[in-house]
């Protein structure tokens, strides 16, 4: 068995305490590891505390079942150990690496809202799969002059959530 199959079929339950002390070395609390996990995933604060202690979910099935994963989770990109994490092909290997990169990113003092990209998914009518304007639906080439949703003005081609009022 090599090294991604152990990761693969190591209980989540298994894994968690990683993140945790990871985070709680630069003072980080669970309820933020907690946070980052739901947001990555779609899971409720209730489904996540079951499975931590059930011990049975694998990580590869914690991250398949994964009842709503974010769609902004497709503009997490950097290096997690040595592997670039929007290139990685193995779609469980991907959401495991995005894990890592979001815990890697509150550890070093990313503010939250950076982590979970709220800059850019500010607008519930304008979140993206890409970071690309061209390739929002909603929007299209044009841009609109305010969130359909919050009425707030975008900034740079994608709705941030933090423009000016529209009237």
Known sequence: MNTR????????????????????????????LDRV?????????????ATLKTHRTTLEAFFTQ??????????????????????????????????DKLVDEL??????????RREITACPKLRVA???????PEIGKSQPTACPETRLAPRGGLCRGGGSRAG
């Open 66 to 99: 994964a009842p709503q994963p974010h769609p902004a989770r497709k503009l997490i990109t950097g290096v997690v150990c040595g592997e670039r994490v929007e290139d990685i092909e193995d779609p469980i290997w991907q959401e495991i690496r995005y894990l």
């Open 37 to 49: 996990i739901r947001w990555l995933t779609g899971y409720s604060p209730h489904k996540l505390t």
């Open 5 to 32: 199959d152990k990761i693969y079929n190591m209980p989540f339950a298994e894994a968690y305490p990683y993140l945790l002390a990871k985070l709680d070395r630069k003072g980080h609390t669970k309820a933020e």
């Open 130 to 136: 890409g970071a690309e304007q061209s390739k929002l």
């Open 107 to 116: 550890a070093r003092g990313k503010a939250m809202d950076k982590v979970l």
